[in-house]
T-cell receptor
Framework: NAGVTQTPKFRILKIGQSMTLQCTQD?????MYWYRQDPGMGLKLIYY???????DKGEVPNGYNVSRSTTEDFPLRLELAAPSQTSVYFC??????????FGQGTRLTVV | AQSVTQLDSQVPVFEEAPVELRCNYS??????LFWYVQYPNQGLQLLLK??????LVKGINGFEAEFNKSQTSFHLRKPSVHISDTAEYFC??????????FGKGTSLLVTP
C-alpha cells in the first residue's frame, strides 16, 4: 500500500492563479480530510468527506473547493490564490479503527 | 466540537531524561483521545489513542498517556527520551473518532 499520496510537494503560485492539490489513498477509507498547517497554529480543517459524492466544510473553507467523485481521490482546488493561503497542506484519511493516515504535505507559497 | 489546549508550545529536554507533554480538552458526553507525532518535513502519524477501557495507554516508541476524566487531561509521557524523539506532538480529542480537532502542538527538542 502506498497510503496517502499528495502531489505536488512544493508549488509557488502568483496571486490570482489557480491550482489543484491532488490527494489519493489506496486503503479504501471513506473518511478523507484536508488540513492546512501554519507555524504555531496546529492543523486547521478545510474540508472533509465521509464518502464518495459527500463533502462538507471544515473550520476554514473560504477560498477552497473540493470534490469526491471516487473513494480514492479527494482533490483540493484553489481558485484565486491569495498570500493568506501560503501554508503547508495535508491530506488525510481515517480507517475504521480511527487511525488517521497523512500524506507528506504540499508546501504552497503565494507571491 | 472538542476544544483542546496543549499547555506547552516548546519543551526542551536532555537525552535520557523523562518528559511529559500536557494536553487538556473540553469535556463532552463521550470522548476519544489521540496523540500524533510529526517529524520534520513529514506528515503526522499516530502515536497512541484512547477509545475506552484502561486509562493508561501505551503507544509506539516507548510513549504512554493517561486519560484522566476528572481533570479532562491526556498527558503524554516517556521515561527516557532519545534524540530521535525530537518532533512536533499533537493532541487531538474527538467526539466520534472520525473528526479530529488538533491542538496547536508541542515542539519537543531533545539535546545531548
Amino acid at each position: 500500500n502506498a497510503g496517502v499520496t499528495q502531489t505536488p510537494k512544493f508549488r509557488i503560485l502568483k496571486i490570482g492563479q489557480s491550482m489543484t492539490l491532488q490527494c489519493t489513498q489506496d486503503m479504501n477509507h471513506n473518511y478523507m480530510y484536508w488540513y492546512r498547517q501554519d507555524p504555531g497554529m496546529g492543523l486547521k480543517l478545510i474540508y472533509y468527506s465521509v464518502g464518495a459524492g459527500i463533502t462538507d466544510k471544515g473550520e476554514v473553507p473560504n477560498g477552497y473547493n473540493v470534490s469526491r467523485s471516487t473513494t480514492e481521490d479527494f482533490p483540493l482546488r484553489l481558485e484565486l490564490a491569495a498570500p493568506s493561503q501560503t501554508s503547508v497542506y495535508f491530506c488525510a484519511s481515517i480507517s475504521l479503527n480511527t487511525e488517521a493516515f497523512f500524506g507528506q504535505g504540499t508546501r504552497l507559497t503565494v507571491v | 466540537a472538542q476544544s483542546v489546549t496543549q499547555l506547552d508550545s516548546q519543551v526542551p529536554v536532555f537525552e535520557e531524561a523523562p518528559v511529559e507533554l500536557r494536553c487538556n480538552y473540553s469535556s463532552s458526553v463521550s470522548v476519544y483521545l489521540f496523540w500524533y507525532v510529526q517529524y520534520p518535513n513529514q506528515g503526522l502519524q499516530l502515536l497512541l489513542k484512547y477509545l475506552s477501557g484502561s486509562t493508561l495507554v501505551k503507544g509506539i516508541n516507548g510513549f504512554e498517556a493517561e486519560f484522566n476524566k476528572s481533570q479532562t487531561s491526556f498527558h503524554l509521557r516517556k521515561p527516557s527520551v532519545h534524540i530521535s524523539d525530537t518532533a512536533e506532538y499533537f493532541c487531538a480529542p474527538s467526539n466520534s473518532g472520525y473528526a479530529l480537532n488538533f491542538g496547536k502542538g508541542t515542539s519537543l527538542l531533545v539535546t545531548p
